[in-house]
């Protein structure tokens, strides 16, 4: 944590600079006790691991190995929602597709062979180098069916093919259904009947704001943290 | 807490096998000894001369090859370490054996492997000779250094080897007894700065020749004050010889309190401390090398050449902490009580009492060590006028004072007494300095303030 040094003469110990060397020792020394003796905390919320006498200063991240989780409105890797059958929830309606600004998404809509009412994409395919990483796609999508929620940035890669991401790297994570899902209303007949009992039991309101429970972090809170950086200033005011 | 005990255990464990390695070096030695009498001398009859060569060649191998060496190689690996600590870093941990990266000690092998495999670069016009010779000139004398550095006391050969019982001869973890002892220190640590400087001017670059000239003002400019700071010792003990300063910081001289260097020249030490410092060329007096600014002496130099200048450097650490322990914090004398010593010799089988007064000297060595790493990590370097002030203008006459006032106390008072507590006040005077958290006035900064507007 910066602190302020006021900007006064030296007095006339450290003038002396011999005895101010020495101190320094002392306190360099402390650190080097204080690591040797007591192991780092492995917490990713630097700020709460525990600190004082007993304890390693160190606060280091490692790394590849440890990763501090990005914080929940955090836009990441793209992903397709399924559902409980295995399905996209997409209903290929090209929304995002034309909110795109960077035209990074390409679509080619499909019908389900035994469901003539709803389709599905055939090809969905995200071109993450042209991706501008926006988030439009998301919010222009009725269905829910594509999130930015995985924590991920976009991986390394040594090709560009590999960084151009069709529907079945897409479609990942959570299954997720609402009641409010025309599949479900009127028992689509290309969902096995055990899958539909399934998903209806499964079944929830449609959310009305974007952020949801995967984004978020165990331990992680915005607000607590904004409250101790209140804190902070308020003292460092006083 | 699981942390805690493995270091501290670790801690114990790594201070009992230096104490069985300089038990198992003092079995080298004598063996060595007796084996060369047995070998060459005549039957019946023991030849000093024959000894004393066995052992000092056993001495050789075991103190500069070993501990010098690997003393010095693991510090490559501890200025990273410690550096990490001191600085709430990890440090060095990529390299692994099964899933640990022990300590670091693995960089040691690939840090090896990558100097000697590295491709030979050399300046086409650089004066050949001279460029191929300046890292061994910078190698050398570090090791000729610790040849006059006692580790351990010296034990009756009886106690080692059956046959030589009665002989009256001695063994010591010491290579050479040279009765010039600190003269032989000066001369050899003058001829460093052979290396540094040729190493600048054979380059044939000017950044190289730059960090040559650095080094060689700045090294000369030290001995100075590292030969006089030394006098004091000289004069409080009688003798040029380690070997002998060290025996007579056993002996009380004020109440329970030894004789110890840094009892009787406090003032000693700290000039020594940093000139010696100064000598090896690291942070914060490393100007030479100034890697921000200059690239320094070995700029030109590529692969194990590099590697040898790199290493001189750390052995040099090793050596000047040998020295310094020798000189000022009691040698091998386990515990600054008067007495110890003593009682530990009559009541220890006499290898064990050797070996625990070498392991001691070594922990005594590694601390300093240590101590050097931190200085090298809590200060920033030095401007160069400064570097050359702090010389000039502090140290030379701090070094001057220092000798009258011992002379002077000595000659009152041979007992040392007079020089003891001259000592304890000094040390005392520098722990309120260092200890007094006096802030200064409010009103001292606000007046200027006040009479500006």
Redesign the interface.
């Given at each position: 944590m910066p602190y302020q040094l006021?900007?006064?003469?030296p007095?006339l110990?450290e003038q002396?600079y011999?005895?101010e060397?020495?101190?320094?020792?002392?306190t360099?020394?402390a650190?080097?006790f204080r690591?040797?003796?007591?192991?780092?905390d492995a917490n990713p919320d630097i700020l709460a691991r525990p600190r004082g006498l007993g304890y390693?200063?160190?606060?280091?991240l490692?790394y590849p190995e440890e990763k501090q989780p990005y914080p929940p409105g955090y836009r990441g890797l793209h992903r397709l929602v399924p559902r409980e059958d295995g399905k996209p929830r997409c209903v290929a309606c090209y929304m995002c597709a034309t909110a795109c600004p960077a035209q990074c998404i390409y679509i080619e809509a499909a019908e389900y062979p035994d469901d003539p009412v709803e389709k599905y994409p055939a090809r969905f395919v995200i071109d993450e180098l042209r991706c501008v990483v926006c988030g439009f796609c998301v919010e222009a999508c009725p269905k829910d069916a594509i999130r930015m929620d995985t924590g991920e940035h976009a991986p390394p890669s040594y090709t560009r093919e590999a960084q151009v991401l069709d529907e079945k790297r897409l479609l990942r994570g959570e299954p997720v259904s609402y009641q409010s899902d025309p599949w479900l209303r009127r028992d689509a007949p290309s969902i096995p009947a055990d899958k539909l009992a399934e998903m209806k039991a499964n079944a929830r309101p449609f959310p009305s704001v974007a952020t949801d429970e995967y984004a978020q972090t165990p331990g992680f809170s915005v607000r607590a943290l904004a409250a101790e950086a209140r804190d902070r200033a308020e003292r460092a005011r006083r | 807490v699981k942390r805690f005990f493995g270091m501290s255990l670790a801690l114990v464990l790594i201070v009992v096998a230096l104490m069985g390695l300089a038990g198992v070096f003092y079995l080298a030695a004598g063996w060595l000894g007796w084996g060369f009498n047995l070998a060459f001398g005549r039957d019946g009859t023991v030849d000093p001369a024959l000894v004393h060569f066995g052992a000092s060649i056993a001495n050789v191998l075991t103190l500069m090859m070993v501990v010098l060496m690997i003393s010095g190689s693991l510090l490559t690996v501890a200025e990273r370490k410690w550096s990490a600590l001191l600085q709430n870093r990890i440090g060095a941990n990529r390299i692994t054996i099964g899933g640990s990266p022990m300590g670091g000690i693995p960089y040691l092998a690939a840090d090896a492997l990558k100097m000697l495999t590295k491709e030979r670069v050399e300046p086409v016009a650089a004066t050949r000779f001279l460029y191929e010779l300046a890292p061994l000139l910078s190698f050398a004398p570090v090791f000729c250094l610790f040849a006059i550095v006692p580790v351990g006391p010296p034990i009756d050969l009886g106690a080692i080897a059956a046959g030589a019982v009665g002989s009256g001869q001695h063994v010591a973890l010491q290579v050479a007894k040279i009765d010039t002892g600190l003269l032989y220190l000066f001369a050899i640590a003058s001829l460093q700065v052979y290396g540094t400087s040729l190493a600048g001017w054979a380059s044939n670059n000017k950044l190289a020749l730059l960090g040559g000239v650095r080094a060689s003002s700045q090294m000369i400019s030290y001995e100075v004050s590292l030969g006089l700071s030394l006098v004091g010792t000289m004069m409080a003990y009688r003798t040029l010889q380690l070997d002998e300063m060290v025996a007579a910081q056993g002996q009380a001289v004020l109440g329970l309190a030894p004789g110890w260097g840094l009892l009787l020249q406090p003032v000693g030490f700290l000039i020594f401390f940093t000139s010696g410092f100064a000598e090896t060329k690291r942070a914060p007096f490393d100007l030479p090398e100034g890697e921000s600014e200059i690239v320094g002496y070995f700029l030109e130099y590529s692969g194990m050449k590099f590697g040898m200048m790199f290493l001189a450097e750390f052995l040099e650490i090793a050596v000047f902490a040998g020295v310094i322990t020798a000189v000022f914090l009691g040698g091998w004398h386990p515990l600054p009580i008067a007495g110890v010593t003593e009682w530990l010799r009559l009541n220890l089988h006499p290898l064990a009492f050797a070996a625990v007064c070498g392991g001691v000297f070594l922990v005594k060595m590694i601390v300093m060590m240590w101590l050097q790493l931190v200085i090298r990590w809590l200060l920033p370097r030095f401007r160069y006028d400064q570097i050359q002030q702090l010389c000039w203008k502090i140290l030379l006459p701090a070094a001057l004072a220092n000798i009258f006032v011992t002379g002077a106390a000595i000659l009152l008072d041979p007992s040392l007494k007079l020089l003891a507590t001259l000592g304890v006040i000094t040390i005392v005077v520098v722990a309120v300095l260092v200890g007094a958290t006096g802030k200064a006035p409010a009103a001292a900064h606000a007046e200027p303030h006040a009479a500006g507007h």
């Open positions: 006021d900007n006064r003469p007095d110990r002396m011999f005895p060397i020495i101190r320094g020792i002392g360099v020394t650190h080097f690591n040797l003796f007591f192991s780092r390693s200063d160190n606060v280091t490692q | -």
